[in-house]
T-cell receptor, first 115, second 112 residues
Framework: DVKVTQSSRYLVKRTGEKVFLECVQD?????MFWYRQDPGLGLRLIYF???????EKGDIPEGYSVSREKKERFSLILESASTNQTSMYLC??????????????FGPGTRLTVT | EDKVVQSPLSLVVHEGDTVTLNCSYE??????LLWYKQEKKAPTFLFML????IEKKSGRLSSILDKKELFSILNITATQTGDSAIYLC????????????FGGGTRLMVKP
């Protein structure tokens, strides 16, 4: 029962390349998030979106941009990849908060290596 | 700046032991606190806590929130090797998009 999918599990890119990471959810969730996870740093929020064409910066948006043209799809873009963007990228989506059936799901993650 | 601190950083126990993981937080406009279990894949949602003093329980796992003292604990009783994982605590703020702030995690290893 697929809920959140990410376009790639592993990705290797060169410095300066433009990188697209795609996330798709099939739960009709409004809220979607992009995180990166690095050892010892937990999950850090890059960007989030609470509606189509809406986006908000998270804690570490520098070097990233996002696109939400359709409700089910939230894309993370690295305009010019750098080695310090080597990381595990996780996408998540959530149902509306404050409800008893609140749910949150993560995608499987994309491990990006920039050489 | 919102902050979530987990302790201990790592823990090694033997099967059958009981463990308590701690999470303290400072956040503006607190909405909820969430616990996740992370193995070699994306985090798995465990609990969401919004009210103080009400214990949530799922099998051998339980969690409680103290909104006055700004912390939560996650208890695991009768631990098993399958409980070995990183346990993440996150706090959700009451704002547009409901941003999450994650702690650094507690790495739990359960030995046979």
């Amino acid at each position: 029962d697929v809920k959140v999918t990410q376009s790639s599990r592993y990705l290797v890119k060169r410095t300066g390349e433009k990188v697209f990471l795609e996330c798709v959810q099939d739960m009709d969730h409004e809220n979607m998030f992009w995180y990166r996870q690095d050892p010892g740093l937990g999950l850090r929020l890059i960007y989030f979106s609470y509606d189509v064409k809406m986006k908000e910066k998270g804690d570490i948006p520098e070097g990233y941009s996002v696109s939400r043209e359709k409700k089910e799809r939230f894309s993370l873009i690295l305009e010019s990849a750098s080695t310090n963007q080597t990381s595990m990228y996780l996408c998540a989506s959530t149902s509306p908060p404050g409800q008893s059936d609140y749910e949150q799901y993560f995608g499987p993650g994309t491990r990006l290596t920039v050489t | 700046e919102d902050k979530v601190v987990q302790s201990p950083l790592s823990l090694v126990v033997h099967e059958g032991d009981t463990v308590t993981l701690n999470c303290s937080y400072e956040v503006t406009n607190f909405r909820s606190l969430l616990w996740y279990k992370q193995e070699k894949k994306a985090p798995t949602f465990l609990f969401m806590l919004t009210s103080s003093g009400i214990e949530k329980k799922s099998g051998r796992l339980s969690s409680i929130l103290d909104k006055k003292e700004l912390f939560s604990i996650l208890n695991i009783t009768a631990t098993q090797t399958g409980d070995s994982a990183i346990y993440l605590c996150a706090v959700e703020a009451n704002n547009a998009g409901n941003m999450l702030t994650f702690g650094g995690g507690t790495r739990l290893m359960v030995k046979p």
